[in-house]
């Protein structure tokens, strides 16, 4: 059983920067690749990054490519999601989650935050 729990969202002005971390319990936080994705009002919830579990392979939304940058330390059982250039539509609850295998899909998740508001102002 692995508890995630999300934090640093809040509200930033467009172009600003924000940094998400999501922290694991449990002692077995390299053996999961790590995933953000996040949820707008009224859609569906997307893909934001995904990082493997020692980090070295790392996948990004073409929305934020070159905007977003996620990264881990297994040592502190957290991994985060830096956020630059942030822009009206970035605005979202984002979750962090966690798989056994590699994924990028909703459904292939194990493990899953309760989330955090992400709100950015024009």
């Known amino acids: 059983q692995v508890q995630l729990v999300e934090s640093g969202g809040g509200l930033v002005q467009a172009g600003g920067s924000l940094r998400l971390a999501c922290a694991a319990s449990?002692?077995?936080?390299?053996?999961?690749?790590m995933t953000w994705f996040r949820q707008a009002p009224g859609k569906e919830r997307e893909l934001v990054a995904a990082?493997?579990?020692?980090?070295?392979?790392?996948a990004y939304a073409d929305s934020v490519k070159g905007r977003f940058t996620i990264s881990r330390d297994n040592a502190k059982n957290t991994v985060y999601l830096q956020m630059n250039s942030l822009k009206p539509e970035d605005t979202a609850v984002y979750y962090c989650?966690?798989?056994?295998?590699?994924?990028?899909?909703?459904?292939?998740?194990?493990?899953w935050g309760e989330g955090t508001l992400v709100t950015v102002s024009s």
């Open positions: 989650a966690a798989s056994v295998k590699w994924a990028t899909v909703v459904a292939r998740m194990d493990y």
């Open positions: 449990g002692r077995t936080f390299s053996s999961y690749c």
């Open positions: 990082i493997s579990w020692s980090g070295a392979s790392v």
